[in-house]
């Protein structure tokens, strides 16, 4: 791994513009490890540019930088390409996928089913989050962190662990959590104030429609919720108003599952799982065509709601725990 992470910051040493990409539908640690990275390289000289498949969610948009993500990747020569947080390279989006002009690819994720899809692939399914990976390669350059690289990595690492609470949340974690604080002098409380007492209304309006959907199986080791288009157009909402929604399954006694039924189309759902430990769910994943990590993975299944239930359901009977 070391070498490998030599080899990456050899590459930015030899390079001049550099595109940066992650994973359509961004979460906090997508956005955050891609504008962190973004920071890094800026401040290394580098002409970086980053682009997302989809929109910024309002949540992380004040983060530096989020203004300047492009949805279009500018038709030039990159000496590099960096995709992170990407287990399967189509997850980075069409667009990306046909784009010829690049020299080299980093591939950053740890994810469990990754496909090693770089020439250099910096993978460790042990990291608590993506952003860690990109400060590992940071620190190796020898770079301090600076304000807007120790916000947007921390907002990767504060995302993906839950604040701290979730099993994935090790020493790395907490000790580059940190560091970034340190370095960049970061005020913790308004960053939570952002990311979790600034939340719009109409979420919980939202929120207010999918709890009633609250449905336990498998002895109540399983539980799930729902989100329906119906509900989105009831409230004026749409799908980046759901991040998060999962936790409230999880949170309940006895439940080592939770799974959250989000439509895409008529006869298309998005199926979140989320474990607190015991369930390996990228497995879980698998099973319904998807992929992910121990403790989050997800799948798209077709049918109506009933029917994607009924698939994802018997797929939790047959699993082993």
């Given at each position: 791994?070391k ?9 930015i ?5 550099v595109l940066?990409?992650s ?5 906090g ?8 990275l ?5 401040a290394?000289g580098k002409?970086?540019?980053v682009h ?6 309002e949540?992380?948009r004040?983060?530096?930088g989020?203004?300047?993500v492009?949805?279009t990747i500018?038709?030039?020569?990159y000496?590099l390409?960096?995709?992170l947080?990407?287990?399967e390279f ?8 046909s784009?010829k002009?690049?020299g080299?690819t980093i591939?950053?994720?740890?994810h469990?089913t990754?496909?090693n ?8 399914t042990a990291?608590?989050a993506?952003?860690?990976l990109?400060?590992r390669?940071a620190?190796?350059?020898g ?8 916000l ?7 995302t993906d662990?839950g604040?701290?609470?979730?099993s994935?949340?090790n020493?790395e974690?907490?000790?580059?959590a ?9 005020n913790?409380w308004s960053v ?11 979420r ?9 959907t609250l ?5 109540g080791?399983?539980?799930?919720i ?14 980046e108003?759901t991040d998060g929604?999962?936790?409230?399954p999880?949170?309940?006694?006895g439940?080592?599952v939770?799974?959250?039924?989000r ?19 990228a497995l879980l994943?698998q099973?319904?065509?998807g992929g992910g ?7 798209t299944v077709?049918?109506t709601?009933?029917e994607v239930?009924?698939?994802v359901?018997?797929?939790?009977e047959?699993a082993?725990w």
């Amino acid at each position: 791994m070391k070498e490998t992470i030599q080899n990456i910051v050899e590459a930015i040493r030899q390079s001049r513009t550099v595109l940066v990409v992650s994973h359509e539908g961004p979460d906090g640690d997508a956005v955050g490890s891609s504008l962190g990275l973004a920071a890094f390289l800026r401040a290394a000289g580098k002409q970086a540019t980053v682009h997302l498949a989809d929109p910024v969610p309002e949540l992380y948009r004040f983060l530096p930088g989020a203004d300047q993500v492009v949805a279009t990747i500018p038709d030039q020569d990159y000496d590099l390409a960096f995709v992170l947080d990407v287990g399967e390279f189509r997850r980075a989006g069409k667009q990306f996928g046909s784009f010829k002009r690049i020299g080299r690819t980093i591939n950053l994720d740890h994810h469990l089913t990754c496909e090693n899809f770089g020439t250099y692939n910096l993978i460790d399914t042990a990291a608590a989050a993506t952003g860690l990976l990109v400060w590992r390669v940071a620190s190796a350059y020898g770079f301090t962190a600076d304000y807007d690289t120790a916000l947007c990595l921390y907002v990767a690492i504060l995302t993906d662990t839950g604040s701290f609470r979730y099993s994935n949340a090790n020493r790395e974690a907490f000790e580059v959590a940190g560091l970034l604080g340190e370095q960049g002098g970061l005020n913790a409380w308004s960053v939570s104030e952002k990311l979790f007492e600034s939340q719009p209304r109409k979420r919980l309006e939202l929120l207010s429609r999918v709890l009633p959907t609250l449905e336990f199986v498998r002895n109540g080791q399983v539980a799930s919720i729902a989100v329906t288009l119906d509900m989105y157009a009831a409230t004026g909402t749409d799908a980046e108003l759901t991040d998060g929604f999962v936790n409230y399954p999880r949170s309940v006694a006895g439940v080592e599952v939770a799974i959250l039924f989000r439509q895409l189309e008529e006869r298309r759902f998005k199926v979140g799982f989320r474990s607190k430990g015991t369930v390996n769910v990228a497995l879980l994943a698998q099973g319904v065509g998807g992929g992910g990590h121990h403790n989050a993975a997800g799948g798209t299944v077709d049918g109506t709601l009933e029917e994607v239930k009924q698939i994802v359901y018997g797929a939790v009977e047959e699993a082993r725990w």
